[in-house]
């Protein structure tokens, strides 16, 4: 049976966006972040990041170094008691320098590939899922999905989009779980 998932954008959920954050040294857990995961697994949501990361296409880091610092996350996660499901990512952006990576991707959000794929290996039931974003493409990627609960992590005031919820803080997330 599919099941349902908390699906987690990285930069400004997961850590604090300081912009093409590739190392450890960079990376810093937003508040709560631990405790919304936990709290999902104990309500029977697989946790699942999935993440753009143009910095890979914009030449800044390279697939190694991503995949260092999301074993070195996932790492962090279970030591706080929560294994992730999965981490998605797409290294693509139409105006990056590596050759390989400078494309538009249907994994790429605001299109819905990398939930899609998600959805596909892990057998996620995404009509029972729910989405966590700071960005408009995040809200839009997860209602392309099908994913109808898309809470957006904004300032005081920003206006909803494609969310059908904005947050100031990922502990208002967990009562929606």
């Known amino acids: 049976m599919p099941e349902k998932a ?17 190392s450890v040294e960079r990376f810093t857990f937003v508040d709560g972040i631990f405790a919304l995961a936990r709290r999902a697994v104990d309500r029977g949501y697989r946790v699942v990041v999935v993440t753009n990361q143009s910095g890979i296409a ?4 390279d697939e190694a170094e991503f995949r260092a610092l999301t074993a070195w996350m996932a ?5 706080q008691g929560v294994a992730l499901a999965g981490v998605f990512h ?22 819905p590939g990398m939930i899609l794929e998600a959805q596909r290996r892990l057998g996620l039931d995404l ?14 990627a ?36």
């Open 127 to 140: 009509g029972r899922s729910l989405f966590v974003g700071d960005q408009p493409t995040d809200m839009a």
């Open 6 to 22: 908390l699906l987690l954008d990285r930069d400004g959920v997961v850590n604090l966006d300081h912009g093409y954050v590739c």
């Open 75 to 79: 790492g962090a996660f279970e030591a």
């Open 142 to 177: 997860a209602r392309a999905a099908g994913i109808p609960a898309r809470v957006l992590l904004a300032p005081p005031g920003t206006p909803p989009g494609d969310a059908t919820r904005v947050v100031t803080r990922l502990d208002e997330v967990e009562a929606l779980l």
């Open 58 to 61: 914009r030449g800044f880091y």
């Open 90 to 111: 797409c290294p693509c952006h139409r105006d990056g320098t590596v050759a390989r990576y400078s494309r538009d991707s249907f994994w790429r959000k605001p299109a």
